[in-house]
């Protein structure tokens, strides 16, 4: 019986003396065979010619020890080799080689496979024919070698034939064998080495290539988690990218995160899933109403976030919010469009979503100049002055009565005024109306609901209304008979407190704060007056013409007068410590902002100023009439300046630039006395006794929302 000759003979010898690092070129053994076409490895293996070599060391020994063809052989270590190479290499490393053959010495001074690892080219090294390049040993993976990525041309049986016949030569069992996915046909060897070995500077630079790799996977997936986090994924990202599990909604990135070691679609991780509800409300508050509105089509998670009123308040808050800047705050003028209050806070329970969109629908209207036109009807003479809130307005006429006016209905419903002047039926006449107009409730005069509502008190001023102004508890009327009637208002009824005498001609303006009422008079002089009981605490004097405006913001005054120069005042000491001076002719309003920082003026030159309140200096003068410009209105947290005019017309124009974006001409049958808005309208008076209303929130969906307590 021909008796097999063993496998160990052809084993090449391992010299103690050389180094695993160095390798000695030497004839090949003898019973190495001629390599044919059918031995070379298959073009598809993505790889250099290290693997080629390594194939080589593969078939040469194996064919020896079975004595098996040449293309029969290559064959089917070239379909198995990936399932070869792992248990081969390892099995090598647990135990130096011996020849036994008759070679000569150079022949038996082969390095160990150790060496082949070692000695294996890097991938910068110039590709040779597979052909003609001289065999080389395996190359250590003990220093981070990127493992290798092979796919056999087959997967069955009997490609693994030679592979149980290697690992029946194994004097002892690996720990683990090689990992294999034959579905895929993608093998992966995991090697170790004896920690003795020292790698050489391929290995070297080998690992410091695939360190790289994983630093530059790890940026490219932190700056894909960044953009992620940041809006960047879109509302055109595919139904199909969304995909449900058990635990909600898992995001699919839109293009795929390519790692190291394989080509795979990379799958994100919902961030909101994993934060507490108060940490994603905090993230998603930091977002702008666009983008919160993109973030809600992101998936039904970030829908459910994005979607909270906690959210939205945030955002509705943070734009439209007012700042107070001063103390006392000035009186706000109208509503703060915010919605319920609840101890001088919004309340939390709104559809605060809602209430932003109905906000941007009407900040849309006043970009584009399409308000409704709504007129009230009752005065019999010129209406020189008004205030109102989100409840009511109050307006005062040279008829010599006060009207309080229902801004839910638009009807009169009291009017304060002596005996002498109750108004008689038909009075005033039907009048021209805009288009625009969507309301306008005929006169209740002469009427029996208009006796009804008109009201004597026991005080009550005999000529002109020409000013006022209200808080939540009093009211402030001046008027041409030299004084002023502090009212209570805390009731249904009106009441007269106490009467304010001390001026020499009529007064032409008033404010007020929870210390003290200011007026202004023809008489060129400014007083100042306790609040509580009425005495003139100061009278400031400087103006060289009558003072037509003034207005306080906490220990300063502005004031404007028919001389032609606005003045800044300290209270406090009642010391004029800055002028501002027109270019022409005099003042007959004036504003100041409510930080503070600015003047604004205007008057018979037909402009309207804005001056730095700290130095004094001219910022612009833009705003141009082509009449007097008789009332100002700044309502600086929305960036609107409201101008009125002896030519017929209110402006809006933009509290930064002074650009005019919108022009109401001929609303009116004459001149506009005053002009006040808040955040969804403006009231203006005329000389035509007729009272209007700009209302740029008229059937805005939402808009009730905004509306304040009562």
């Known amino acids: 019986m021909h008796r097999r000759q063993s496998i160990l003979s052809h084993r090449p010898k391992t010299s103690s003396d050389v180094d695993d690092d160095t390798y000695t070129s030497a004839a090949p053994p003898p019973h190495t065979m001629k390599r044919t076409i059918s031995q070379t490895f298959p073009t598809h293996y993505q790889h250099d010619v290290k693997d080629t070599n390594m194939l080589d060391a593969v078939n040469e020994a194996t064919m020896h020890a079975d004595g098996l063809s040449q293309h029969s052989q290559a064959s089917s270590f070239s379909r198995a080799f990936g399932a070869v190479a792992g248990s081969f290499t390892r099995q090598k490393t647990r135990r130096r080689m011996s020849s036994v053959s008759s070679a000569t010495p150079a022949q038996r001074r082969r390095g160990s496979i150790h060496s082949l690892f070692e000695s294996l080219p890097s991938s910068s090294a110039s590709q040779k024919s597979t052909m003609d390049q001289q065999r080389m040993p395996l190359q250590h993976q003990d220093s981070g070698i990127p493992t290798f990525q092979l796919q056999p041309q087959s997967t069955s049986s009997k490609a693994f034939a030679p592979f149980k016949r290697l690992s029946s030569m194994r004097r002892r069992p690996t720990a683990s064998g090689p990992s294999t996915d034959i579905t895929k046909g993608l093998f992966t060897p995991a090697v170790s080495y004896p920690s003795q070995s020292v790698p050489g500077a391929a290995a070297r630079q080998a690992a410091a290539a695939a360190n790289q790799d994983r630093q530059n996977q790890l940026r490219r997936e932190q700056e894909h988690t960044h953009r992620f986090l940041n809006g960047l994924i879109t509302t055109s990202m595919r139904d199909d990218d969304i995909k449900d599990n058990e635990s909600g909604v898992d995001m699919t990135c839109a293009s795929p995160i390519v790692r190291a070691d394989s080509v795979t679609e990379k799958k994100m991780i919902d961030p909101f899933q994993r934060l507490p509800a108060e940490l994603a409300t905090t993230v998603l508050s930091n977002l702008d109403a666009a983008s919160l509105v993109r973030a809600e089509r992101v998936s039904r998670s970030w829908n459910e976030h994005a979607s909270s009123p906690h959210v939205w308040r945030n955002v509705f808050l943070r734009k439209h919010e007012p700042e107070v800047h001063v103390s006392p705050a000035p009186i706000q003028m109208g509503g703060l469009g915010t919605g319920k209050m609840a101890g001088g806070n919004p309340a939390p329970a709104q559809d605060w979503k809602q209430m932003f969109r109905a906000r941007s629908t009407i900040d849309g209207r006043w970009k584009t100049g399409t308000p409704a036109a709504i007129y009230l009807n009752g005065h019999t003479d010129s209406v020189y002055c008004c205030q109102f809130d989100e409840n009511k307005a109050i307006t005062g006429s040279r008829d010599r009565t006060i009207r309080v006016w229902d801004l839910k209905t638009y009807k009169c419903i009291r009017v304060y005024g002596g005996p002498n002047h109750r108004p008689t039926a038909n009075t005033p006449p039907p009048m021209e109306e805009r288009p625009e107009r969507v309301i306008s409730h005929a006169s209740l005069n002469g009427t029996k609901v208009g006796n009804e509502i008109y009201t004597v008190p026991a005080d009550y001023h005999d ?85 037509n405006a003034v207005q306080l913001r906490g220990n300063f005054l502005v004031s404007a007068s028919g001389d032609g120069v606005a003045k800044l005042w300290n209270l406090e000491t009642g010391v004029s410590i800055k002028d501002f001076p027109s270019e022409d002719r005099g003042l007959a309003a004036v504003e100041f902002s409510d930080d503070a920082k600015y003047v604004l003026a205007g008057g018979n030159d037909h402009v309207v100023y804005k001056f730095d309140a700290s130095t004094g200096e001219l910022v612009h003068s833009r705003v141009k009439h082509d009449g007097l410009v008789r009332s100002l209105f700044l309502d600086a947290f929305n960036g609107r300046i409201v101008s009125g005019s002896y030519d017929q017309s209110i402006q809006v124009s933009d509290y930064e630039t002074g650009q005019t974006y919108a022009v109401y001409k001929n609303w009116t049958t004459s001149w506009i006395l005053s002009a006040k808005s808040d955040y969804r309208r403006v009231v203006a008076t005329s000389q035509d006794g007729r009272t209007l209303i700009l209302d740029f929130g008229h059937n805005v969906p939402g808009s009730e929302l905004l509306a304040g307590s009562k």
């Open 463 to 547: 000529a002109s209304i020409l000013c006022l102004q209200y808080d939540s508890e009093i009211m402030v009327t001046g008027s041409s008979d030299y004084t002023c009637i502090v009212w209570d208002i805390t009731g249904d009824e009106y009441v007269p407190m106490y009467r304010l005498r001390g001026h020499e001609a009529g007064v032409l303006d008033v404010c007020l704060d929870d210390k003290y009422i200011i007026s202004c008079s023809k008489d060129a002089m400014i007083k100042v007056w306790d609040r509580k009981t009425g005495n003139c605490v100061r009278t400031l004097k400087g103006h060289r013409g009558p003072v």
